[in-house]
Antibody, heavy 117, light 110 residues
Framework: EVQLVESGGGLIQPGGSLRLSCAAS????????MTWVRQAPGKGLDWVSV???????DYTDSVKGRFTVSRDNSKNTLYLQMNSLRAEDTAVYYC???????????WGQGTLVTVSS | QTVVTQEPSFSVSPGGAVTLTCGLS?????????PSWYQQTPGQAPRTLIY???IRSSGVPDRFSGSILGNKAALTITGAQADDESDYYC??????????FGGGTKLTVL
């Protein structure tokens, strides 16, 4: 059974850093592209970043230079390193598995990041 | 900046049918965007309904169907039930490793 479990969220001050983790089971993260999607309180879904099977990465413009996506195949875990956090980064962050033409098929339950002083 | 458009809200009667759409602020949606649809209830993670325009995800009832209608992607729900009351999001693959979600449609069943 495919499962994705996010962790690492919490309350952080503006300008701070946080690393989110997404532990996968039932498949190998190295065989799929993996993505992060966030949802600000009361708002819609917002695509954030992707790591491809080639290890190439892409980001939405608002997080470029501040967020870094990576994975550890030995731990079967996806990460999102978030630096220089801003109030507008406050959101539930979901990891999702992706397949070409399928977009995102499995989702985690999300982890809440709150950026506030 | 490309914007993916969805109706902010829609209502349907129990047992009725409704079609939600997913368009572009500039241009037409085609199968090349691999439109997908997701259902989300408050406090829950999104659930994948449709991918690659019209392929139902495992376990999704055939009351849900996807298509291209005119210049938009479409999600049609037939035989609406109370637990279909949710937010529905589409996402389009814009190429070059970039995806864009629509703003979502809040569906009310009443």
């Amino acid at each position: 059974e495919v499962q994705l479990v996010e962790s690492g969220g919490g309350l952080i001050q503006p300008g701070g850093s946080l690393r989110l983790s997404c532990a996968a089971s039932g498949f190998s993260v190295s065989n799929f592209y993996m993505t992060w999607v966030r949802q600000a309180p009361g708002k819609g879904l917002d695509w954030v970043s992707v790591i491809h099977t080639s290890d190439n990465t892409d980001y939405t413009d608002s997080v470029k230079g501040r967020f870094t996506v990576s994975r550890d195949n030995s731990k079967n875990t996806l990460y999102l390193q978030m630096n220089s956090l801003r109030a507008e980064d406050t959101a539930v962050y979901y990891c999702a598995r992706g397949r070409p033409a399928y977009n995102f098929d499995y989702w985690g339950q999300g982890t809440l990041v709150t950026v506030s002083s | 900046q490309t914007v993916v458009t969805q109706e902010p809200s829609f209502s349907v009667s129990p047992g009725g049918a409704v079609t939600l759409t997913c368009g572009l602020s500039s241009g037409s949606v085609s199968t090349s965007y691999y439109p997908s649809w997701y259902q989300q209830t408050p406090g829950q993670a999104p659930r994948t309904l449709i991918y690659n325009t019209n392929i139902r995800s495992s376990g999704v009832p055939d009351r849900f169907s996807g298509s291209i209608l005119g210049n938009k992607a479409a999600l049609t729900i037939t035989g609406a039930q109370a637990d279909d009351e949710s937010d529905y999001y589409c996402v389009l693959y814009m190429g070059s490793g970039i995806w864009v979600f629509g703003g979502g449609t809040k569906l009310t069943v009443l």
